[in-house]
């Protein structure tokens, strides 16, 4: 069975204080990687997709890596408007159709 | 770019009666919507998968008669629930593909419904 599996549920961190959150992914066929990011009472706002493992990419105070296993999104120097719920899913093929298989998310507070 | 609407942002019905979900791409034309629901500290849950003008594919356990949708045009699909009872009560979002399957989704900012 397709699996998604992200740690820690949640994180607290001091304004400053870098950390990374994990998605660990046991799927069939996987296709791509992505993380979202979900502010309380909304929908998920896309950050990255990644391919293939070795990929990495970046935005302002994020970075999303992929290994064959797992996925890690780097918070470097979070700020308070970092807090959030961190969300990935994994992109498969199944059945003949194409879906994603969301996490249960980290949900992260960032103190000024 | 890549907007996308949903009416209403929350709902309270009793149980037994039926809420519309409606969920509208604002500025493209979305070939593929989704309708995923979330309870609370649970991950999102794709329930169905709509293409314009075709009936909607759902996933395992997820009941067709119950969770009607409606995917009319190429920015509008709707979702309904028949019959709601208390355990229907949940975070609906829908998303909106540009064309390149699930990984072009773009999604809405979800309805809570409440059934009491």
């Known amino acids: 069975e397709d699996q998604v599996t992200q740690s820690p549920e949640a994180l607290r961190l001091q304004e400053g204080e870098s950390s990374s959150l994990n998605c660990s992914y046991t799927v069939s066929g996987l296709r791509g990687l992505f993380w979202y990011r979900q502010d309380p009472g909304k929908g998920p706002e896309f950050l990255f997709t990644l391919y293939s493992a070795g990929e990495e990419k970046e935005k302002e105070r994020l970075k999303a890596t992929l290994t064959k296993k797992e996925s890690f999104l780097h918070i470097t120097a979070p700020k308070p408007e970092d807090s959030a719920t961190y969300l990935c899913a994994v992109w498969i093929t199944q059945g003949g159709s194409e879906k994603l298989v969301f996490g249960k998310g980290t949900k992260l507070t960032v103190n000024p | 770019g890549a907007v996308v609407s949903q009416h209403p942002s929350w709902v309270i019905c009793k149980s037994g009666t039926s809420v519309k979900i409606e969920c509208r791409s604002l500025d493209f034309q979305a070939t593929t919507m989704f309708w995923y629901r979330q309870f609370p500290k649970q991950s999102l849950m794709l329930m169905a998968t709509s293409n314009e003008g075709s009936k909607a594919t759902y996933e395992q356990g997820v009941e067709k008669d119950k969770f009607l949708i409606n995917h009319a045009s190429l920015t509008l699909s709707t979702l309904t629930v028949t019959s709601a009872h208390p355990e229907d009560s949940s975070f609906y979002i829908c998303?909106?593909?540009?064309?390149?399957?699930?990984?072009?989704?773009?999604f809405g900012p979800g309805t809570r419904l409440t059934v009491l």
């Open positions: 998303s909106a593909s540009l064309g390149g399957g699930p990984k072009e989704q773009f």
